[in-house]
């Protein structure tokens, strides 16, 4: 199975920060790799697919990089609606695997 | 609009059964691969089984291989996951979610998630 490893777990940021979170896989995944957001007590929601296309509706201060094993997911100026847990997520083979959060939290 | 509610959740003593069900509106349910995802209390995503469009592969995680089965009826615009010899680590809430893509000439699922339900809670305890 492939690992995904997020850093860091957590960080805590202001409003109007520039925020990277990185993911990194256990293997070649070339660009399936896919954002979401989560807050407490919602489903997930997807922001990035392919490792850098937005999905329809997400704000364009998100943004997505990388290919092969690293990964970034960047929020330019982070808002307080941005306040949650970020997961990646492998797409390139089954069983597809989530890394184990970043939660963003107010500084 | 796209929505899917699950069904089916509760209290279950290990070893026993249960049976979720997932309800798909505002979309051609039978273009789309479907999943499920669960999440433990306090604790990150795991992807549990995928089912393509039409029913005909389906793949799990090794923690419920063998255990749970995922299977669709599209004619009811429904999705289900079957579980048995439920254990205590399968409590979580469980999540329905579409896969991104329609089916087209390629007809695996891409393993993008772009609509999830609520979630229904499974908690496996004695």
């Known amino acids: 199975d492939i690992q995904m490893t997020q850093s860091p777990s957590s960080l805590s940021a202001s409003v109007g920060d520039r925020v990277t979170i990185t993911c990194r896989a256990s293997?070649?995944?070339?660009?399936?790799l896919s954002w979401y957001q989560q807050k407490p007590g919602k489903a997930p929601k997807l922001l990035i697919y392919a490792a850098l296309s937005l999905q329809s509706g997400v704000p364009s201060r998100f943004s997505g990089s990388g290919s092969g094993t690293d990964f970034t997911l960047t929020i330019s100026s982070l808002q307080p609606e941005d306040f949650a847990t970020y997961y990646c997520q492998q797409s390139y083979s089954t069983p597809w695997t989530f890394g184990q959060g970043t939660k963003v939290e107010i500084k | 609009q796209v929505q899917l509610v699950e069904s089916g959740g509760g209290v279950v003593q290990p070893g026993r059964s249960l049976r979720l069900s997932c309800a798909a509106t505002g979309f051609t349910f039978s273009r789309y691969g479907m999943n499920w995802v669960r999440q433990a209390p306090g604790k990150g995503l795991e992807w549990v089984a995928v089912?393509?469009?039409?029913?005909?592969?389906?793949y799990y995680a090794d923690s419920v291989k063998g255990r749970f089965s995922i299977s669709r009826d599209n004619s009811k615009n429904t999705l289900y996951l079957q579980m048995n010899s439920l254990r205590a680590d399968d409590t979580a809430v469980y999540y329905c979610?579409?896969?991104?893509?329609?089916?087209?000439?390629?007809?695996?699922?891409?393993?993008?998630?772009?609509?999830w339900g609520q979630g229904t809670l499974v908690t496996v305890s004695s």
């Open positions: 089912i393509w469009y039409d029913g005909s592969i389906k």
């Open positions: 979610a579409r896969d991104l893509r329609p089916v087209t000439a390629i007809t695996a699922p891409v393993g993008d998630f772009d609509y």
């Open positions: 293997q070649s995944i070339s660009s399936y």
